[in-house]
């Protein structure tokens, strides 16, 4: 039997960084706000202690804070005629679970996409030619520029306290900063964090070979900082204990230390723990959202009417949730018809380790999630691409998030796996071994994309999101690419010896790469290949609106949650100065 | 109280029998009005105590120590596996969510050779992996070594079972499988926080020089290169030797 609860004017589904973001800024605004999570609440002083935080098995290893494969999982397979198998554990990428979402265990890079991602595809005819596009690729324009977007960046910046240095503020180049990126209204809210030893070899050797290093832009804070909701955070003491973790220090980012301690002042919001929303109900024509359906821990099913539903999951989340629910045309790779599940994306991992031997102490446990040097000379178009024939670029960075022995114990080629010889390897090589990394984009194609699985169900007997996904030839050539470009610079660095992380093709769902999976239920300007208006809004149920990366139209050279909060603060505004007064299709056809 | 800890409530749950997990709250909540707050309300982990084998035989246990000690051997660079308390670790590991897989994804069907891309496909979780994977390498090495089990065997008899096994030359079931899980496994509690019963005397830190659960390295950054000299701390302080009071 269902309970009905009493109508709220808006039901958020999931309260991580966008879900907090809504309901702060809706809850101001005088709505009724409730949001329902499916994880438990989480807080710094009782679940990030500083006396139990810092412990590598139980969050990184074990993953106790993350979404269980139990509770849910996907399943993969890399092409159209393989039957897809559960990701029975997760690796490749770790979904979260629970009250701040990713940006609970994330490690803060906090990046801009460039001009030229939002739009890459006019972009790549005009200066390459449409035959210089990949096969089969579904790449698309995004439906707003960076110049219209560039308010939100800045807001959702001042939000974190972002660390950083400009390097193109209202045009003018700016020293020590990013070069190239797209124009700044403002400056960072708080200066770049100090690099290490490593970020200034990086520094030295890159800026030598004529590239364009910078500090990247951190949301592990470099000095104390009180943001526009009135919350105060702490320096970053370079614990090593970010990603995967929660930071006990109230230094990293998260929607506990940036938005719940203000949107828990409003009496008009409420937040519902450990009750997953099954369903966004719709009126019997289809056409309008009227609430959603959610099964709390007892497995007692619940209705929750609602004016206005936001889709605020994690990517995959969104997706499955929209193919369950039905809004929208549901993607059919056979036809190319459909736009629900269409474009997913991933990123390319690929670079170079040096090992310089001894005399070298690079402490690689004193680290941050985003402490590193960065340069963005190979990423988006900004090198000429016409010599490699491959679309895309990447970030390539010096970085040194943590040195977690458990995971963290380099050893140089050649070393055997385990005796005496692996023993004092690790012994000699753990405090002189850096490695220069490049994170790329993926484009989209039209045969990777997600649907739901015909045969692995969830625990409530509902199929399991499928995931058709592999490396196409275009970023496989970029990888090859970024590798090379990485080595160069590991040597140029003073390495005695390098090897190389190649891209793992096909796609494997093991080891950790990265969880910046995007795209399925994109924004766009023609409702034939987009789930979303350009404000984040279904064309086919003009009361829900989605947020995340699921909206990406592909994926760039970046990690994803700084457009992810740019684009939420689009959205919302699009709600308060438009959706609010008319309740109608913000995008006419 | 409106909102009871989950510590509470997790309390009530062991209470009714259920097999209640250390920061592995589930119970639904309605939190409006202010940030929910309770003292004291904090997710230890649960200290690993020295004291009898809690999954493996004593002969199991014999077996694991020696090829814990064969992987990361004693030497003057510091324990050895068994000494760093690998077998008492992966001993209590199994015994929790770890060993059933309790957290995975294990619905039927299954495809046990399946592409590694796919990651773990088989049934078998780690506990079960242990129990046949050592009765399997115990009928080997007797039958190969006139009745030895592997803890009987000189070092370089012993390194040789290992090569064949991680190579795949000896044919027991899955024992490939067998070693990758062992191997994992004592690296895992060569360098996992002493708490959880490995790392004795924090040897795996001190094996590499990671100083623990220090949580300010502002004095690393602005020292540039410098070797670094405190000795390690872990969640439960400098001594490892409070565990066993």
Not at chain 1, 49 to 55: C, E, Q, V
Request: hydrophobic content about 35%; overall charge neutral; aromatic content about 12%.
């Amino acid at each position: 039997m269902t309970r009905r609860l009493p109508k709220k004017d808006v039901a958020i589904i999931g309260l991580g960084w966008t879900g907090s973001i809504m309901a702060l800024e809706l809850a101001k605004a005088g709505l009724d706000v409730v949001a329902i999570e499916r994880g438990p609440w989480r807080d710094t002083a009782s679940d990030f202690s500083i006396t139990t935080a810092p412990d590598e098995l139980r969050y990184a290893i074990r993953k106790e804070m993350f979404l269980r494969p139990k509770q849910e999982t996907l399943t993969m397979r890399n092409k159209l005629d393989q039957t897809a198998l559960p990701i029975r554990q997760f690796g490749s990428f770790l979904p979260p679970n629970g009250v701040g979402g990713g940006g609970m265990h994330w490690n803060g890079q906090t990046w801009r996409f460039l001009p030229d991602d939002f739009r890459i595809r006019s972009h790549t005819i005009e200066r390459y030619g449409a035959a210089f596009l990949p096969e089969n690729n579904f790449i698309q324009d995004w439906p707003m520029s960076y110049a219209e977007l560039e308010p939100f960046y800045d807001r959702f910046e001042k939000v974190l306290g972002v660390s950083g240095q400009a390097g193109n503020l209202r045009g003018q180049i700016q020293p020590g900063g990013n070069p190239l990126e797209g124009e700044r209204s403002d400056h960072y809210p708080t200066p770049p964090m100090k690099q290490g030893y490593s970020q200034s070899l990086f520094t030295k050797a890159a800026t030598d070979m004529g590239l364009h290093p910078f500090p990247r832009p951190s949301a592990n804070l470099s000095e104390g900082y009180t943001n526009p909701y009135g919350v105060r955070m702490a320096p970053c003491t370079y614990c090593g204990f970010c990603e995967w973790f929660g930071c006990a220090n109230y230094s990293k980012s998260s929607p506990q230390t940036c938005v719940l301690p203000a949107l828990m002042r409003y009496s008009n919001f409420e937040c519902r723990t450990d009750s997953e929303v099954t369903k966004v109900n719709l009126s019997a024509d289809g056409k309008r959202a009227t609430g959603v359906t959610f099964v709390d821990s007892e497995r007692t099913e619940w209705e929750q009417p609602a004016d206005i539903v936001l889709i605020c999951a994690f990517s995959f989340f969104n997706v499955r949730l929209m193919l369950l629910s039905g809004i929208g045309k549901p993607y059919d790779p056979a036809s190319g018809e459909g736009v629900v599940g269409r474009n997913y994306a991933y990123q390319v991992g690929a670079g170079a380790v040096g090992h310089f031997g001894p005399g070298f102490n690079f402490n690689p446990f004193a680290g941050a999630g985003s402490l590193g040097a960065a340069l963005d000379n190979f990423n988006s178009d900004n090198f000429d691409h016409g010599p490699h024939g491959f679309v895309g670029g990447a970030s390539i960075t010096n970085a040194y998030t943590n040195g977690r022995p458990i995971s963290y114990h380099p050893v140089p080629p050649g070393t055997p796996g385990w005796g005496a010889k692996w023993k004092r390897a690790v012994h000699e090589t753990y405090n002189s071994t850096t490695n220069v990394g490049a994170q790329g984009s993926v484009m989209s194609y039209r045969d990777s994309y997600l649907d739901l699985d015909p045969t692995y169900k969830d625990p409530l007997g509902r199929p399991l999101l499928r995931m058709t996904f592999d490396y196409h030839p275009n970023e496989q050539k970029m990888a090859n690419f970024m590798m090379q470009r990485s080595g160069e610079i590991v040597r140029a660095m003073g390495a005695k010896q390098v090897s190389t992380n190649a891209l793992r093709v096909p796609y494997t769902v093991v080891p950790y790469q990265t969880t910046h999976n995007t795209g399925g239920a994109v924004i766009g300007d023609d409702p034939k290949t987009s789930a979303l208006n350009r404000y984040g809004q279904s064309w086919d149920v003009p009361n829900v609106f989605v947020t995340g990366a699921s909206s990406f139209p592909q994926n760039a050279g970046y990690n994803p949650t700084g457009t992810v909060g740019a684009l939420c603060y689009w959205t919302l505004d699009a709600i308060k100065s438009q959706y609010l007064k008319s309740e109608t299709p913000l995008v006419q056809l | 109280m409106e909102n009871p800890t989950r510590r509470q409530l997790l309390a009530t749950t062991a209470a009714i029998g259920t097999a209640a997990l250390a920061g592995t709250p589930t119970q639904a909540r309605v939190i409006s009005g202010a940030l929910p707050w309770s003292p004291n309300e904090s997710y230890p982990p649960t200290l690993v105590r020295p004291g009898p084998w809690q999954f493996f035989t004593a002969e199991e246990a014999a077996v694991v120590e020696a090829i814990a000690d064969r992987l990361i051997p004693a030497d003057e660079l510091g324990a050895g596996g068994k000494d760093a308390g690998c077998a008492v670790f992966i001993d209590r590991q199994l015994m929790g969510p770890y060993g059933s897989n309790e957290w995975l994804y294990m619905e039927p069907p299954f495809v046990p050779d399946a592409a590694a891309n796919f990651g773990i496909q088989s049934p078998v979780a780690p506990a079960r992996r242990y129990r046949d994977g050592l009765a399997a390498l115990a009928a080997h090495t007797r039958q190969a070594f006139s009745g030895r089990l592997f803890h009987q065997l000189d070092a370089e008899d012993q390194d040789r079972v290992l090569t064949g096994l991680e190579k795949g030359d000896i044919k027991i079931p899955d024992g490939k499988a067998f070693f990758n899980q062992v191997q994992s496994n004592v690296v895992e509690g060569y360098f996992a926080d002493p708490i959880y019963g490995g790392n004795k005397d924090m040897c795996g830190w001190k094996l590499v020089g990671f100083p623990g659960v220090r949580y300010d390295y502002r004095d690393v950054i602005d020292n540039p290169n410098k070797p670094y000299t405190l000795p390690p701390v872990s969640l439960m302080g400098r001594s490892t030797k409070a565990a066993a009071r």
